[in-house]
């Protein structure tokens, strides 16, 4: 007992400046191998075929919309507004280009510096509340939430740099706060701060959010009188938010309920999944041994184990953490309390969201809950008890670290993830799906097809998965089977690969005339596509409207000024 007294001892009087090299050479050691990972998942249609993230001329643009490829209809889809995190893509591709190491190199920094700015926060509560090992404690937590495997797919999944970059933007805004509530003296420039940093964090995702009440709640807890400035000054920052996200990017509240089981759900169903979505972050916390993604488990109804088995298991962790914030009534605790509280609420789907369970979710939410275990560790009385928890704290960082590591294995490619995860998501409808494009890559047609299938049962409104699964017969010879396919994606969701490759089947197999027909209606969707427009200049050389086929030819070569379209282009000019 002694010797772990003498090592706590030490790192309370260790100097900032090794901690933070610590940090960096922690983060480095349990991210390094995610380096030499590729792109993932979402990221290839939020960066490999995302046109407008690669010119750095789109930048303005970047907040007008939101983050998907859309094929060709003229700018970005989907269901939210974060526009920092294509901003942020456009900038590392103009100085890695389609490179995924530039990308994973941005995370795994700042990731570490998140983890300087957590430590840097918690000692600064710490010494203004005068607790016990202002600097030991916070530096064990900082170490835990850099290494916890929790936090890997926020780091190693390179779509999930808005849970790294609101984080970011939080602490900062946390930060400022804490100076402006501690001056005798009202600083214009730090509310600005405060209030620039709360709006790049909304920017980031809309869990920023979070960084309002808490911003509020930190102020009034720590230095109340000032209070007012603070509601005022947010209140202004999120009204200018809400301006630029409906009126001007025209984002939609709410569209897509009918692929996403959990935002399918009732809300009946959505209530009753609460218990397994709290267990799930609970257990994550705890033993984050079983990690996978694309969770779209629900719960629907009370007599599902996972309801009434996981409900008393939320109930006494919540109730024990109350049961705490009496007991230790402490102003750090309650904000750390309320922190991990309303983060939580949000990603629990009483609003519905993509998924049931994210692990990058808990990004954010960790954060609070580190608060209160340390505030609850700094207020034990009996220095034995005191010091075993810190050791044991100690001890979990190379145990965390190590499955962190492995972790970042998985995410090396589309195969490796989904081969693992599938075991943990086989009624997920996207990873059956990504991983049937896994082995389609790999020519694995048979096992791809089967995937493919399963995605369509388990999701039959998805788009996505009904145009895979042409490809597959249109592989195999069976046109037909092929085309309807594709009709079904297009009718689905308008889904622009889909019209690519029905054009293509048009194109080899029906008249000039039913192929222009169909390739028309879909540029009306799709002005943009550059097969679609392809194959319209080639269609209309075809019956000899020369003057057309100019027309979108030259808007092909526009769209991606290749060899091939050139070659196109120029063979129609001088036709």
Request: hydrophobic share 50%; aromatic share 16%; net charge positive.
């Amino acid at each position: 007992m002694k010797l772990a007294q003498k090592i706590i001892g030490k790192l309370e009087n260790i100097h900032p400046l090794y901690i933070f090299t610590v940090l960096f050479l922690l983060t480095l050691i349990v991210y390094g191998v995610s380096l030499s990972n590729g792109f993932v998942w979402d990221d290839e249609e939020q960066i490999v075929n995302n046109a407008i993230i690669q010119n750095l001329h789109n930048i303005p643009y970047l907040f007008t919309a939101s983050t998907f490829n859309t094929g060709g209809a003229g700018g970005l889809s989907g269901w939210y507004y974060k526009p920092l995190m294509p901003f942020v893509f456009s900038i590392i591709f103009w100085m890695f280009g389609n490179n995924a190491f530039g990308f994973h190199l941005f995370d795994i920094f700042l990731h570490f510096i998140n983890g300087v700015l957590i430590f840097i926060l918690f000692r600064k509560i710490f010494l203004l509340q005068k607790l016990r090992f202002a600097t030991a404690i916070p530096f064990i937590l900082s170490m835990i939430f850099i290494v916890h495997p929790a936090n890997t797919e926020s780091v190693a999944y390179i779509s999930s740099t808005q849970e790294l970059l609101y984080v970011f933007f939080m602490l900062f805004a946390l930060l400022f706060t804490f100076r402006y509530s501690l001056n005798k003296t009202h600083s214009l420039r730090d509310i600005l701060l405060i209030n620039l940093f709360i709006f790049l964090s909304l920017l980031s995702k809309e869990s920023g959010v979070i960084t309002i009440a808490l911003v509020i709640i930190f102020a009034y807890l720590f230095k109340g009188r000032k209070i007012i400035a603070i509601i005022l000054s947010s209140v202004i920052t999120f009204i200018i938010y809400l301006i630029l996200r409906f009126p001007v990017a025209k984002t939609p509240i709410f569209e897509h309920q009918s692929i996403v089981p959990i935002a399918n759900a009732t809300l009946y169903q959505r209530l009753t999944t609460v218990p397994f979505e709290l267990f799930s972050y609970i257990r994550l916390i705890f033993f984050p041994k079983d990690l996978f993604v694309a969770q779209h488990t629900v719960v629907k109804s009370v007599n599902d184990p996972r309801f009434y088995v996981y409900l008393p298991i939320a109930l006494f962790f919540f109730s024990a953490l109350i049961f705490l914030c009496k007991k230790i009534k402490s102003k750090s605790y309650l904000f750390f309390f309320i922190w991990f509280i309303l983060s939580l609420s949000i990603i629990i789907n009483i609003y519905p969201l993509d998924m049931t369970v994210a692990e990058r979710w808990l990004y954010g939410p960790i954060i609070g809950f580190l608060g209160m275990l340390g505030i609850s560790i700094s207020n034990i009385k009996n220095n034995q008890v005191q010091t075993a928890i810190l050791m044991l704290l100690l001890f979990l960082i190379p145990i965390f670290s190590i499955r962190t590591i492995e972790r970042n294995f998985n995410w090396k490619d589309d195969l490796t993830l989904f081969s693992h995860d599938i075991k943990y998501s086989k009624n997920s409808f996207d990873a059956q799906n990504n991983l049937g494009v896994a082995l389609f890559r790999k020519g694995d047609l048979k096992d791809a097809k089967v995937h493919f299938e399963e995605s369509i049962r388990l999701s039959p409104k998805w788009w996505t998965s009904y145009s895979n699964l042409g490809v597959i017969y249109q592989r195999a010879g069976n046109l037909k089977k092929a085309d309807d396919l594709y009709t079904i994606a297009i009718k689905n969701g308008g889904y622009y690969l889909a019209y690519e490759n029905k054009a293509e089947i048009l194109y080899e197999t029906a008249t000039p005339k039913q192929t222009l027909s169909f390739v028309l209606k879909g540029l009306k969707y799709l002005p943009f596509n550059e097969t679609l427009n392809k194959i319209a200049a080639l269609e209309y050389q075809k019956i000899g409207d020369i003057t057309s086929a100019k027309e979108y030819a030259r808007k092909t070569f526009e769209i991606d000024p290749t060899q091939e379209n050139y070659l196109i282009l120029h063979k129609i000019l001088n036709y």
